[in-house]
């Protein structure tokens, strides 16, 4: 059992940067590979980036390649997002989530637990 706290969304103009954090409780933490993904409202959960449990392979959407960076440190049972260069269209409510499963998945049916999501909201 895996829960995540995720923090640090607010609201920045375009073309500053925001830094989300995502706490998760439990021993096997270490053990997942773990994801960020974003909505709103009246779409579906869009993948964002995902890093393996080893922190040593990260996946990105296009949309934030070369923007947005993934990391995390299984000392502090956390998983992080730097989003830089931030545009009005990176707006949404960003959650972070866990996955049990190998290989890379974009899918949200392919991650078990998620947090209750941090709200970013980028002004033009």
């Known amino acids: 059992q895996v829960q995540l706290v995720e923090s640090g969304g607010g609201l920045v103009q375009a073309g500053g940067s925001l830094r989300l954090s995502c706490a998760a409780s439990?021993?096997?933490?270490?053990?997942?590979?773990m994801g960020w993904f974003r909505q709103t409202p009246g779409k579906e959960r869009e993948f964002v980036a995902r890093?393996?449990?080893?922190?040593?392979?990260?996946y990105y959407a296009d949309s934030v390649k070369g923007r947005f960076t993934i990391s995390r440190d299984n000392a502090k049972n956390a998983v992080y997002l730097q989003m830089n260069s931030l545009k009005a269209e990176d707006s949404a409510v960003y959650y972070c989530?866990?996955?049990?499963?190998?290989?890379?998945?974009?899918?949200?049916?392919?991650?078990?637990?998620w947090g209750q999501g941090t709200q970013v909201t980028v002004s033009s």
């Open positions: 989530a866990a996955n049990s499963r190998p290989g890379i998945h974009t899918s949200p049916d392919a991650y078990d637990y």
């Open positions: 439990g021993r096997t933490f270490s053990s997942y590979a």
């Open positions: 890093i393996r449990w080893s922190g040593s392979g990260t």
